[in-house]
């Protein structure tokens, strides 16, 4: 990807990190500033960088699992495993 074909905001795959980062701004001629929903704040150079794909980009924005939910599935999930040990036995 070259330099000037990128813009500030828009959503770009980084294959070093291998996920997806919002560029928000140039460093150098070669190095850009990106991030990962408001985290992890970092200059990448610009050849570890390509345009994310449609698919990519869904998932980017697609909102967070809130702690509450992820605890549910996991509560789900082992119940699930304590119900088909119980009736296996």
Not at 17 to 33: A, C, P, Q
């Amino acid at each position: 990807m070259k330099m000037n074909e990128m813009r500030n905001g828009s959503l770009y795959y980084n294959k070093v990190t291998e996920r997806v980062e919002r560029m928000v701004g140039v460093v150098s001629k070669v190095r850009v500033l990106t991030y990962h929903h408001k985290q992890d704040e970092k200059s990448v150079q610009v050849k570890h960088l390509r345009r994310a794909t449609a698919k990519e980009v869904e998932r980017y924005l697609e909102p967070a699992q809130t702690k509450l939910e992820e605890l549910k599935g996991r509560i789900k999930a082992q119940f699930s495993r304590i119900g088909s040990l119980l009736k296996s036995n």
